[in-house]
């Protein structure tokens, strides 16, 4: 499995993507430039990453630029073909605003930036020590789509407590339901706010953003990576 990693004109965690997928987790990376639109070396079995950061300055609304990039053009063409993308915090926003990913994730309720340690709960069915990083995290969408993401197990993380408890004292944005991260009907098409790929090194002691990467991508390859 290949993962392809989007830069963007104000891309800032593209190098953690990239050091985390090929230094922690030991999988071949290739960088990708927004103006570029060959993905021919990828098939459907590989990934294609759109990193956190604020892409084109976040000019207009979050990834509302970005989505309209050669690359993303590329992106959506393969996602629509069966590949897997994912997206972090800016890379969310992107797919939400390219219709990959229902929704839109709007400002925070406390109207401020959170950079801060949190805990998300998946179908790993534990709480994750995971950081955020923005000031437009809170997902909102209407009740039918809420209940479609539901209906449909599209929900795939939720933020917690540290014992995995879903609560609205764990809810550091005002998201709806404490979502944390969504998937398309296909689960091939994944985003989330809160970065994984600075959770996977044991010299931050934290490594549970390695168990993020294994559940959505890696349950097939070799269990060392979680070493």
């Known amino acids: 499995m290949k993962f392809g990693v989007i830069v963007f004109p104000g891309s800032n965690c593209d190098q953690d993507m990239i050091g985390a997928l090929r230094n922690d987790l030991h999988q071949e990376v290739i960088e990708l430039w927004h ?37 993303m053009q590329e992106t959506i063409k393969f996602a629509q073909r069966g590949g897997k993308v994912f997206g972090v915090c800016n890379g969310f926003q992107i ?40 000031g437009e995290g809170r997902f909102h ?11 449909n197990d599209q ?9 995995g408890e879903v609560n609205d004292a764990s809810n550091p944005n005002g998201t709806l339901k ?25 010299k931050l002691a934290n490594q549970d953003g390695k168990t993020v990467f294994n559940s959505l991508f890696l349950q097939n390859v070799s269990s060392n990576i979680l070493a």
């Open 141 to 151: 969408a209407d009740e039918k789509t809420l209940q479609e993401l539901e209906q």
């Open 35 to 71: 103006k570029d639109h060959d993905l021919s070396m990828f098939t459907e079995e590989d990934c294609i990453v759109l990193p956190g950061g604020f892409s084109y300055g976040d000019y207009l609304r979050c990834g509302a630029i970005a989505r309209f990039s050669p690359m």
């Open 155 to 163: 929900i795939i993380y939720r933020y917690c407590d540290q014992h």
């Open 95 to 134: 797919l939400c605003e390219a219709g990959l990913l229902p929704g839109v994730l709007l400002k925070n309720a406390n109207q401020q930036f959170v950079c801060k340690n949190v805990y998300i709960t998946g179908k790993e069915n534990k709480a994750l020590k995971i950081p955020i990083a923005h």
């Open 178 to 202: 404490n979502i944390a991260g969504i998937c398309n009907k296909n689960r091939n098409v994944f985003g989330m706010m809160p970065h994984p790929e600075r959770a996977c090194s044991g």
